[in-house]
Structures are given as structure tokens and as C-alpha cells.
């Protein structure tokens, strides 16, 4: 039995009315994300976020219960907006090649379609329509954007009311979109051309401590604790001096608690890009000997990022080894709010990797997360249930959007539409 997940359960059942306050006060105050995702790791002893997507892929993995709660909170959130939007437009990533990918497209526009929205895909990149296909061979129709002064529409004359973003922005603001009149959600100074996870985490830290302090815990129970550092070529091998002494300062703390909390395993950390996604720019270290002894093969993986961006910047990032395992692979959770709300999740899982590893990467794939009665009753998805509890990775990753909002507010001083 896991010490942190019947910790936060009990606490969560025994106050869950001061809980669901706290957190509603928190959204009332600085609204979260139309929508996000965050990828946790358990293990055992602690339960954390590593990683927050304000862009999120794989809809597709949701539950159909999932599903019909993400249609009622979007159409809680477009009825708030000011004017209500009635067409949307949706702007995905530009690799829209991968059949997974396109899956979740064809999900996302469905579900917003379920609000009684009407709904296109737009491309930033094609140059006339594009009938995709996706892994389940549903049809995706992706068109060419058109700007006029400064409102955009699709070649097929669809002026939206409303952007809903999902692509991430890594290479920079899409020109198309900068300075335009309709609203963004969210906005591409989000992506991670701006966006840094250090600042994120530094935001998760303060809202974790408050958490913690109101009930009465350890916050480092449910963070990883982590160090940055600027001006970095793994290339030319400038800066990892730094990265190798902030692997030690992160590397010394986990000691302490390790000691603390009775943990008998070696510590281990991850070093990241502190901005981007798909699991590019990432290692696991276990001494700052091993940084300061990188191979020409690791140091050039290390210095590209998606879309070919120098990675500059690094996030040195507490290691949290995964217990969870799903058909027999070591597995993590992701999960997925809807206006800051959890609405349901998945397993990445992957056999090719160890309970240390990063299982974002090559051989991962995902296995969907769904209700006790839902699992029980549904024959159509026969989705055997991993050993999970939703209301406490739901809690973990509601502080986790919390905290993706003070950190665009803190950082960005960026408006929203409600």
C-alpha cells in the first residue's frame, strides 16, 4: 500500500469540503487554463507533478466518462466568456502527420463540437486543405489560415469567435496570430518560447506550501524539488560546470530527506530543457561526475529541442522512481482538467525503460484510465482498471494547473476572457 496515496486519501476524505473550497477560492481568484494536462510520478513515499502541458495531446486516452464531464466543464467555461463564442477554431501542432496525434485532434474538435459549437482545424503551415487520417481512421480535415487586417478565418471563409491553441509554440509566436482580435485560448505567449518549467515549479513550490501549511504537512511529499541553469551549450560544452554543481545541490537535499523519511534508494535526478515538450532535451543522472563526463552522443542530444531550438536553459529536477506498473511495464499517470478541473486520465507506460527512466520516450505508449463503474460496466471499452486513485492524482494535478495560472499571471501579466 502506498504511504502517500492513503496519506492524501484520508486527509482528502476527512476534509474534503474545507478542500474543495480552498481550491475553488484559488480558481476564483486567478481562473486556470481552458485546459491542460500533468504527468505524475508516484512513488510510494511521494506523489509529484514533473511536468505541466498547457497544450495537451491525447484526448483520444480519455474514458467516455471522461469525456462527458471535459464537454460539460468546456461548455461551462464558453458560456462564461463575454461574448459567448458560437465558432471555434482549433490550431494544433505542426507535425500533424502522427496518426496518434490526429486522433486527438479528431477527440478535441469533437468534444467541443458536443457543446453545440461549430467547429474547424486550422494549419499554420498548409497551404491547401488536408484530409488526414487518423490511427482509427477517423478523418481529420485541416485547412489553410487566412488573415485580413487583424482577424484570421480558414480558406473555406470560417472566421472564428474563438481560438483554442494546441500547438505549443516551442519555435516562437506564430506571425499569423500576433496582434489578431480574436481571442486565444491559451494564448501563444504561454507556449515555450516564453514559458520556462522552472518558473512553473517555483510557482507549484509556493502553492504547495500553502497547501501543505493549511493542512498540515510535508509539501515535499508532493514536489521535487529542483535548480536552474541559463546559458548552457552542451555542445561546445559551456556551462556544465553549472549544471554539474546544481546536480549536487539538488542531489544533497534529496539526501536529507531520504534520511528523514527512511528512503533506502539512491537519489537521482533528471536534467531538462527548462522550456519544451516530447520528451526531447532530457537525461537521468545520478552524480555530477557523469555530467562532467557526457559522451559527444548525449551532449548533442541535449542540445537540440524540438523543431531544431537550441536548448540554452536547464531544469535540474528531483528523480521520483515510478511504483506504478501497467501490463507489466513501469507506467505514470497524466491527467486532464478542463478549467482547472480533473476530468480523467491515462498511463503512459513503457517496457523498454526502468522505474528511474524518463518514459517519455521511444517503446512508451498509453493505456487509458477510467471509473470503477464505468470499468465494470462497459463491455465497449474493456479498460481494466490500474491500481489508482483518482481523487488524490486529481488533487496533485489541480495544484499543479493552480499553479500554471500564477505563473502566467505572476510572469506574463497576460488577461483572460472570463
Not at 177 to 194: A, N, R, V
Not at 211 to 221: C, G, M, Q, T
Not at 304 to 319: D, L, P, S
Request: hydrophobic share 40%; net charge negative; glycine share 6%.
Amino acid at each position: 500500500m502506498s504511504q502517500i496515496i492513503t496519506k492524501l486519501d484520508d486527509l482528502f476524505q476527512a476534509r474534503r469540503e474545507e478542500i474543495e473550497e480552498w481550491l475553488h477560492k484559488k480558481r476564483t481568484k486567478k481562473p486556470p487554463f481552458f485546459y491542460s494536462s500533468v504527468d505524475l510520478r508516484h512513488s510510494g513515499v511521494r506523489i509529484a507533478p514533473v511536468d505541466t502541458n498547457l497544450f495537451p495531446a491525447g484526448f483520444n486516452n480519455l474514458s467516455p466518462a471522461a469525456r462527458d464531464r471535459s464537454i460539460n466543464l468546456m461548455h461551462d467555461r464558453l458560456e462564461a466568456m463575454k461574448p459567448v463564442p458560437k465558432k471555434i477554431l482549433i490550431i494544433p501542432e505542426n507535425h500533424t502527420r502522427n496518426l496518434a496525434y490526429i486522433e486527438n485532434l479528431f477527440v478535441l474538435s469533437g468534444l467541443i463540437s458536443e457543446t453545440g459549437r461549430e467547429v474547424r482545424i486550422g494549419s499554420l503551415t498548409a497551404t491547401e486543405p488536408l484530409s488526414l487520417q487518423s490511427m482509427n481512421e477517423n478523418t481529420v480535415m485541416e485547412f489553410p489560415l487566412i488573415r485580413t487586417n487583424n482577424r484570421i478565418s480558414t480558406s473555406d471563409g470560417f472566421e472564428p469567435d474563438l481560438i483554442i491553441l494546441n500547438n505549443d509554440c516551442t519555435a516562437g509566436a506564430p506571425e499569423i496570430l500576433i496582434g489578431i482580435k480574436q481571442p486565444i485560448e491559451p494564448s501563444y505567449h504561454m507556449g515555450w518560447y516564453t514559458r520556462r518549467k522552472s518558473e512553473h515549479f517555483r510557482a507549484y513550490t509556493q502553492i504547495t506550501r500553502e497547501f501543505a501549511e493549511k493542512f498540515n504537512f510535508d509539501p515535499w511529499l508532493i514536489s521535487a524539488g529542483f535548480h536552474r541553469c541559463g546559458v548552457v551549450n552542451f555542445h561546445e560544452r559551456v556551462g556544465i560546470e553549472c549544471v554539474a554543481l546544481g546536480v549536487e545541490k539538488v542531489l544533497h537535499t534529496m539526501r536529507q530527506k531520504y534520511e528523514e523519511y527512511g528512503v533506502t534508494e539512491k537519489p537521482y535526478v533528471f536534467v531538462k530543457a527548462d522550456s519544451g515538450t516530447y520528451g526531447m532535451g532530457i537525461m537521468t543522472v545520478g552524480s555530477s561526475d557523469e555530467l562532467l563526463e557526457l559522451n559527444k552522443k548525449t551532449r548533442n542530444k541535449m542540445n537540440t529541442i524540438k523543431e531544431g531550438t537550441q536548448n540554452t536553459e536547464v531544469i535540474i529536477q528531483e528523480g521520483i522512481p515510478t511504483i506504478d506498473v501497467v501490463e507489466g511495464a513501469p507506467a505514470e499517470a497524466m491527467v486532464y482538467l478542463v478549467d482547472g478541473v480533473p476530468v480523467g486520465g491515462a498511463y503512459r507506460i513503457n517496457s523498454e525503460r526502468d522505474a528511474n527512466s524518463n518514459l517519455n520516450a521511444a517503446g512508451m505508449r498509453f493505456v487509458g484510465m477510467c471509473d470503477e463503474s464505468e470499468c465494470a460496466e462497459s463491455a465497449r471499452e474493456k479498460i481494466k482498471i490500474p491500481g489508482c486513485n483518482f481523487n488524490v492524482f486529481g488533487l496533485v494535478s489541480t495544484l499543479a494547473a493552480l499553479a500554471a495560472a500564477n505563473e502566467v499571471y505572476d510572469s506574463l501579466d497576460i488577461g483572460f476572457s472570463i
